[in-house]
């Protein structure tokens, strides 16, 4: 909540000393819209949805969460269009992002190649999850990490939304980070790093 794009590039490169750069794979940092937020009492804030509270046990803000998903649909698309097939596009996020990429993921977008999410969670009747009652096909696989010291979203809500997920058909990991609070660690990017490549290795030379 409350930071940009740029500043996640920005974050991450102070992590790694360096760019989280592919050679072979293009990465966005999208920023979330300016809107007001509930749990800051209604100040404006760039959060990709609102919330009743910072809390699994609410209902969803639905209709931020849907008005997103059109946006970043959008972007999405533009990718497609630009000539990169949708089986090889990955997207995630920290926090607030990675409930905002499952939800573009496993309720609207089910062949993407992954998703990501870094101290994230969702809440317990989530429409990811009902969503997902209703599915037949092969999901993206998720990629999750969770610090065990983290006091704004408890690793407990991180657990039980890899387990729900998991349940309902989704092939997950969870990589668990003692005494890593609400941020992000070197080796926790490095896994990603890794886990993207995986996820997208360099195709081989198309021979005609």
């Not at 870094?118 to 997902?132: G, M, T």
């Not at 989704?170 to 609070?181: D, W």
């Amino acid at each position: 909540t409350g930071d940009t794009g740029q500043g996640a590039r920005t974050w991450i490169k102070q992590i790694l000393n360096q760019d989280m750069a592919f050679q072979h794979i293009k990465v966005i940092y999208p920023t979330a819209p300016a809107r007001p937020y509930t749990p800051m009492k209604g100040a404006f804030s760039t959060v990709w949805f609102d919330r009743y509270k910072i809390s699994n046990d609410c209902p969803e803000h639905i209709e931020s969460i849907d008005s997103m998903c059109r946006g970043l649909t959008d972007l999405i698309n533009d990718e497609i269009k630009n000539g990169i097939a949708k089986n090889r596009i990955l997207i995630g996020g920290f926090s607030m992002g990675g409930g905002m990429a499952m939800h573009l993921a496993y309720r609207f977008h089910q062949d993407l190649a992954g998703v990501f999410a870094l101290s994230s969670f969702l809440n317990k009747d989530s429409a990811v999850y009902q969503a997902l009652k209703r599915n037949e096909s092969v999901l993206p696989e998720l990629f999750q990490c969770h610090g065990t010291a983290d006091d704004l979203v408890l690793y407990s809500w991180g657990e039980e939304t890899n387990k729900m997920l998991k349940s309902l058909g989704v092939s997950t990991s969870l990589h668990t980070f003692p005494n890593l609070n609400h941020e992000l660690s070197r080796t926790e990017i490095e896994k990603l790093k890794t886990w993207v490549v995986k996820k997208l290795p360099v195709e081989a030379a198309k021979t005609n």
